[in-house]
Structures are given as structure tokens and as C-alpha cells.
């Protein structure tokens, strides 16, 4: 049997061996693992190797592009700099030839100049020389002057001088009169340029629709009601309408008269819808007239919108725009005055663009320049300065309202669209086609105004302008004959055998003062006794007639 100290040395030993194998085991665990993790630790330095060379190579290769990319850069900016330099060279070159010709250019004129400045030496010299003899010979003159004319020296030499003055006046006068002369053809000139190009290129407005101010009545009941003044419908028409209103059995028709174009527009139409639909109550006109007076209204505004658009014109007030639209109801020696403007503001632009002044501010003149003519009914004067005023009311601009107001010659023109609107208004009035007026009818009313203005004792000759818009009186010639149909005594003076002169009876010469009282009292004579349209002018001129011969 075991003791227990060998029992005890058995288990020490077997825990020792134990030991030593476990260690032994350890160890080459260990070594194994070790030799594992170097292995793995070379695999990754193998593949860490790899990917840095990898790595090194791609920006090795972004680094080539860049460069490359940088190169090619620097070669287009070389190439660029290049051709820009070339070009630069080339201006260059063309700046040295330009300046080689101005230099050749100013030694050209360097060289004229020297010989214009020999040229001009010459001549002072030469006048000079003139001079020195005109002196000596005015010397020479004076005393003989003095000793023929019983003058002093010193008058002799204020004579010489006074007549040295006049010859250079002279000389001066008709110098300018050839240079108006000739500016004057060529405005002529110029004028009929324009005037045919704007003529070719206008090819004229549609006349708007014209108003027949006679209504026929078909029915006989309602005729019979408007042939009687006293009747109920007559008497509430005239006070509705506040126009002359009659009837004619004869041409069985209705016809009305108002002094506004409105009122006898809307008084048209509102006979005409009476006439149509048979209305013989009275209690039904309010409602009618309403509605005529709503749609006329209507009417108007669309005109006067109408007119502006067609034009292009914007910014208009609308008590203007109102205005304008009134006149497609106003006739001027049956020419409808909407069509007119119209008409007259479509030359004004063809007319400024061909003198190259402001089209817009032309055509908007224009159309405006007979403006005064919607309310001539209400306010006495010229219809022009009646739309001068009207215009400035509204804050128009001054060569607007500068033209309208002298479209017509009634203040002086201060701008350049001023004669444009006056030369559109001839055109456009003065055209074939647009006043339609009998020519006997005319004639006669020409002959009428001849006959009534002669039969003032002042009146020498008269020249009727415009188409009878004007007369112009003359009340001062030297000599005149009798006017036909006139036994107004005349200057006339007769020479006598012996010399003498003998005089007739004359009638003295108004003075100043008296021209105008005369000219008032010629125009309330043909406001009395002749029937016209529109304003006749009466200009009252004082003649005086100084002639002088040149032998």
C-alpha cells in the first residue's frame, strides 16, 4: 500500500507533468497562431502593397491627364494670344496706312494752304495797292467836289462815304434776295416732293355713312299728327328734343333742324324710330329718347376710341376722346368732320416722317385740330382757337395746341408740326370727292359776297380766300378802276394840255384807327344779308404804294 507521502509525491508529479504538457501545448498554440498572424500580417501587407501600388498608379495617371489637359489649355490660350496679336499686328498695320494718308492728306493741304496764303498775300497786296489809288484818287476827287459842288472837303469825303455805304447796301440787299430766292425754290421743291410721295402713298379713308335729315312718313294717321304743330306728340317731341321739328305733306316728310349735331342726331334718330314703329302716344317718347340718347352716347365714345386706335394715339382724355367722337355727327360743307380728322391725321404722318419731324406728335395735332368744331354751336369765335383753349384746359402739350390754334392763320405758327397740320387740312378738304357743294350754289354765294362787301365806299378791291372763308379788303391804293356794278367815286387823275393835272372826285383813305370799325361793320353787314356755313374772316388792308424808276 501506498503511504501518504507517496501519494502525495504521485499527485505532485502527475500535476507537474501535467503542467509541462499543458505548457507544451501553449507554446505550440501560440507558435502556430503566431506563425498564422504573420502570415496574415504578410498577406495584408502583400495586398496593402498592391492597392498603394494600384492607387499610385491611377493618380500617376490623373496627375498625366491633368498635365495634359493644362497643356492643351496653355496651347489654346498661346494659340489665342497668337491670333490675337496677328489681328492686333494687322490693325496696327491698317491704323499706320490710315495715318500715313492723313499725313500725306495734311501735307496736301499744308502745300494749298501756302499757296492760297501766296494767293491771299497777293491779293492784300493788290488791294493794298487799290486802296493807296482809291485813296489818292478820293484826294484828288474831294477838292474838285468841294470846288463844282460848293461843298466842304469834309462834306466832299461824308458824301464819298454815305455813297460808298449805299453801293454796299445795295449789293448786300440783292445778295439776300437771290439767297431767299433761291431757298424759296428749293423749298418749292422740296415741298412738291413731299407733297406728290404723300399723295402716291395715300390711298384715302371710306366716307363714313351720311345723315339725311328728312324722314318720309308712310302712315297717314301719324303724318296727320305731325302735320299739326298743336298736336300732343308734335308739341312733346319739339320739348323733348329741344330741336325744330315740321312736317310736309307735300313730300310727305318729317324734317328736323338743331344748331348741335347731337341734339339733331338724336332727334333723327328718334323721329325715324317714331316713323318706323308707328308711335303715336306721347307717353312712350321718354322711354324712347332714353334709349336713343344711351346708344348715341354709346356711339360717341366708340367714334372718338375708334379714331385713336386707327392712329395708333394713346393717352387721351376722355373729355377729348368724347369730343372727337361728337364730330362723326358734324358735316363742313357735307364733309363729314370725324372722317376729316381722320383723313387729315393719316397725311400728317405720311407728311412728317417725309421732313423727319415727330410722326406721333403730327398725327395727334391733327386729329385734334378741328376739336373746337364739336361746340362752335356754343362759343362764338374761330373754331381753331376755341380747340386751342380746349387743349389747354387739358393740359395738352404747346406745339399741339400751337398748331391747332394756327391751322387756319388765326396766330403765327411757332413749331414745325404747326404747317403740317394746316397743309393735311388743305388736302384733306381740298381733294376731289370731299366737299360735295354745288358749284352754282357756290358761284352765287361768292358773287353774293363780292356784292355785299362793294357796297362800302372805302372798299377799293377785295380777294375772296379759302373757298369763301375770306375776304380780304383793300382801302388804300393810289390808283383803281371802278369796280364793275359799283359808282363809288375812285382816285383818278387826268393830265391836261398844258400840263396841269386834274382831279376827280376821291374818296379820302381810312386811317388806322378806322380800320377796324370798318372791318366790323363789313362783317355784321354779311351776317345780315347772306346765309353761310361756318366763319368768314374779314381782313381790312391799308395800301400804300411808293414806286421809284431806275434809268
Same mark, same amino acid.
Given at each position: 500500500?501506498?503511504?501518504?507521502?507517496?501519494?502525495?509525491?504521485?499527485?505532485?508529479?502527475?500535476?507537474?507533468?501535467?503542467?509541462?504538457?499543458?505548457?507544451?501545448?501553449?507554446?505550440?498554440?501560440?507558435?502556430?497562431?503566431?506563425?498564422?498572424?504573420?502570415?496574415? #500580417?504578410?498577406?495584408?501587407?502583400?495586398?496593402?502593397?498592391?492597392?498603394?501600388?494600384?492607387?499610385?498608379?491611377?493618380?500617376?495617371?490623373?496627375?498625366?491627364?491633368?498635365?495634359?489637359?493644362?497643356?492643351?489649355?496653355?496651347?489654346?490660350?498661346?494659340?489665342?494670344?497668337?491670333?490675337?496679336?496677328?489681328?492686333?499686328?494687322?490693325?496696327?498695320?491698317?491704323?499706320?496706312?490710315?495715318?500715313?494718308?492723313? =499725313?500725306?492728306?495734311?501735307?496736301?493741304?499744308?502745300?494749298?494752304?501756302?499757296?492760297?496764303?501766296?494767293?491771299?498775300?497777293?491779293? =492784300?497786296?493788290?488791294?493794298?495797292?487799290?486802296?493807296?489809288?482809291?485813296?489818292?484818287?478820293?484826294?484828288?476827287?474831294?477838292? !474838285?467836289?468841294?470846288?463844282?459842288?460848293?461843298?466842304?472837303?469834309?462834306?466832299?469825303?461824308?458824301?464819298?462815304?454815305?455813297?460808298?455805304?449805299?453801293?454796299?447796301?445795295? /449789293?448786300?440787299?440783292?445778295?439776300?434776295?437771290? #439767297?431767299?430766292?433761291?431757298?424759296?425754290?428749293?423749298?418749292?421743291?422740296?415741298?412738291?416732293?413731299?407733297?406728290?410721295?404723300?399723295?402716291?402713298?395715300?390711298?384715302?379713308?371710306?366716307?363714313?355713312?351720311?345723315?339725311?335729315?328728312?324722314?318720309?312718313?308712310?302712315? !297717314?294717321?301719324?303724318?296727320?299728327?305731325?302735320?299739326?304743330?298743336?298736336?300732343?306728340?308734335?308739341?312733346?317731341?319739339?320739348?323733348?328734343?329741344?330741336?325744330?321739328?315740321?312736317?310736309?305733306?307735300?313730300?310727305?316728310?318729317?324734317? /328736323?333742324?338743331?344748331?348741335?349735331?347731337?341734339?339733331?342726331?338724336? #332727334?333723327?334718330? $328718334?323721329?325715324?324710330?317714331?316713323?318706323?314703329?308707328?308711335?303715336?302716344?306721347?307717353?312712350?317718347?321718354?322711354?324712347?329718347?332714353?334709349?336713343?340718347?344711351?346708344?348715341?352716347?354709346?356711339?360717341?365714345?366708340?367714334?372718338? !376710341?375708334?379714331?385713336?386706335?386707327?392712329?395708333?394715339?394713346?393717352?387721351?382724355?376722355?373729355?377729348?376722346?368724347?369730343?372727337?367722337?361728337?364730330?362723326?355727327?358734324?358735316?363742313?360743307?357735307?364733309?363729314?368732320?370725324?372722317?376729316?380728322?381722320?383723313?387729315? #391725321?393719316?397725311?400728317?404722318?405720311?407728311?412728317?416722317?417725309?421732313?423727319?419731324?415727330?410722326?406721333?406728335?403730327?398725327?395727334?395735332?391733327?386729329?385734334?385740330?378741328?376739336?373746337?368744331?364739336?361746340?362752335?354751336?356754343?362759343?362764338?369765335?374761330?373754331?381753331?382757337?376755341?380747340?386751342? !383753349?380746349?387743349?389747354?384746359?387739358?393740359?395738352?402739350?404747346?406745339?399741339?395746341?400751337?398748331?391747332?390754334?394756327?391751322?387756319?392763320?388765326?396766330?403765327?405758327?411757332?413749331?414745325?408740326?404747326?404747317?403740317?397740320?394746316?397743309?393735311?387740312?388743305?388736302?384733306?378738304?381740298?381733294?376731289?370727292?370731299?366737299?360735295?357743294?354745288?358749284?352754282?350754289?357756290?358761284?352765287?354765294?361768292?358773287?353774293?359776297?363780292?356784292?355785299?362787301?362793294?357796297?362800302?365806299? =372805302?372798299?377799293?378791291?377785295?380777294?375772296?380766300?379759302?373757298?369763301?372763308?375770306? $375776304?380780304?379788303?383793300?382801302?388804300?391804293?393810289?390808283?383803281?378802276?371802278?369796280?364793275?356794278?359799283?359808282?363809288?367815286?375812285?382816285?383818278?387823275?387826268?393830265?391836261?394840255?398844258?400840263?396841269?393835272?386834274?382831279?376827280?372826285? $376821291?374818296?379820302?383813305?381810312?386811317?388806322?384807327?378806322?380800320?377796324?370799325?370798318?372791318?366790323?361793320?363789313?362783317?355784321?353787314?354779311?351776317?345780315?344779308?347772306?346765309?353761310?356755313?361756318?366763319?368768314?374772316?374779314?381782313?381790312?388792308?391799308?395800301?400804300?404804294?411808293?414806286?421809284?424808276?431806275?434809268?
Amino acid at each position: 500500500m501506498f503511504t501518504t507521502l507517496q501519494a502525495l509525491l504521485i499527485c505532485f508529479g502527475s500535476g507537474a507533468l501535467a503542467l509541462l504538457i499543458g505548457a507544451i501545448c501553449g507554446f505550440r498554440l501560440l507558435h502556430k497562431q503566431k506563425q498564422a498572424a504573420l502570415l496574415e #500580417a504578410e498577406e495584408i501587407k502583400k495586398g496593402a502593397t498592391t492597392k498603394t501600388e494600384e492607387i499610385m498608379t491611377l493618380n500617376r495617371q490623373k496627375d498625366i491627364d491633368k498635365i495634359q489637359k493644362l497643356r492643351e489649355a496653355l496651347d489654346q490660350e498661346a494659340l489665342e494670344n497668337t491670333t490675337a496679336q496677328t489681328e492686333l499686328e494687322e490693325e496696327l498695320e491698317k491704323r499706320q496706312e490710315s495715318v500715313n494718308r492723313y =499725313e500725306n492728306a495734311l501735307e496736301s493741304i499744308e502745300a494749298e494752304l501756302a499757296l492760297r496764303e501766296e494767293d491771299i498775300a497777293a491779293k =492784300e497786296a493788290k488791294n493794298n495797292e487799290n486802296r493807296a489809288q482809291v485813296a489818292a484818287l478820293e484826294a484828288s476827287i474831294q477838292p !474838285k467836289l468841294a470846288e463844282h459842288a460848293g461843298m466842304t472837303e469834309e462834306e466832299a469825303h461824308a458824301y464819298l462815304v454815305n455813297d460808298k455805304i449805299e453801293r454796299a447796301r445795295h /449789293i448786300i440787299k440783292k445778295r439776300e434776295f437771290q #439767297a431767299e430766292a433761291q431757298l424759296e425754290s428749293e423749298a418749292q421743291n422740296s415741298a412738291r416732293h413731299i407733297f406728290d410721295i404723300t399723295c402716291d402713298r395715300f390711298s384715302g379713308i371710306p366716307e363714313p355713312e351720311k345723315w339725311n335729315n328728312s324722314i318720309q312718313v308712310e302712315s !297717314k294717321p301719324l303724318l296727320e299728327l305731325l302735320l299739326n304743330p298743336e298736336s300732343e306728340l308734335m308739341q312733346t317731341l319739339v320739348s323733348a328734343l329741344e330741336c325744330e321739328i315740321w312736317a310736309d305733306s307735300e313730300s310727305s316728310s318729317v324734317h /328736323i333742324k338743331a344748331e348741335s349735331p347731337l341734339v339733331r342726331e338724336r #332727334a333723327r334718330r $328718334v323721329v325715324k324710330d317714331v316713323v318706323q314703329y308707328d308711335i303715336r302716344a306721347p307717353h312712350l317718347l321718354s322711354r324712347l329718347i332714353s334709349r336713343v340718347q344711351t346708344q348715341l352716347d354709346e356711339d360717341v365714345i366708340r367714334a372718338g !376710341k375708334a379714331a385713336l386706335a386707327s392712329l395708333g394715339i394713346k393717352d387721351m382724355a376722355p373729355e377729348m376722346v368724347n369730343l372727337l367722337g361728337q364730330l362723326r355727327f358734324r358735316l363742313s360743307y357735307s364733309q363729314n368732320q370725324w372722317h376729316h380728322v381722320l383723313e387729315s #391725321a393719316t397725311l400728317a404722318g405720311l407728311v412728317a416722317a417725309e421732313m423727319g419731324i415727330d410722326v406721333e406728335k403730327a398725327k395727334r395735332a391733327t386729329i385734334l385740330h378741328d376739336i373746337g368744331k364739336a361746340i362752335s354751336h356754343e362759343q362764338e369765335g374761330s373754331h381753331a382757337l376755341v380747340g386751342a !383753349k380746349i387743349l389747354e384746359e387739358h393740359g395738352e402739350d404747346p406745339d399741339i395746341i400751337n398748331a391747332v390754334a394756327a391751322h387756319h392763320g388765326d396766330v403765327p405758327p411757332t413749331s414745325a408740326i404747326a404747317p403740317v397740320v394746316a397743309l393735311s387740312d388743305a388736302l384733306s378738304g381740298g381733294r376731289p370727292g370731299a366737299r360735295r357743294e354745288m358749284v352754282t350754289a357756290y358761284m352765287n354765294r361768292i358773287q353774293e359776297l363780292e356784292e355785299v362787301v362793294t357796297n362800302f365806299e =372805302e372798299v377799293r378791291r377785295i380777294d375772296v380766300m379759302h373757298a369763301g372763308r375770306e $375776304v380780304r379788303v383793300f382801302v388804300g391804293e393810289d390808283e383803281m378802276e371802278v369796280l364793275p356794278g359799283s359808282n363809288k367815286p375812285v382816285p383818278v387823275s387826268t393830265q391836261n394840255d398844258d400840263g396841269t393835272i386834274t382831279s376827280a372826285e $376821291v374818296v379820302p383813305i381810312p386811317s388806322d384807327d378806322k380800320l377796324q370799325p370798318l372791318a366790323r361793320k363789313i362783317a355784321d353787314s354779311i351776317e345780315e344779308k347772306m346765309e353761310f356755313p361756318g366763319q368768314i374772316k374779314v381782313t381790312v388792308i391799308r395800301e400804300t404804294r411808293m414806286v421809284a424808276y431806275a434809268r
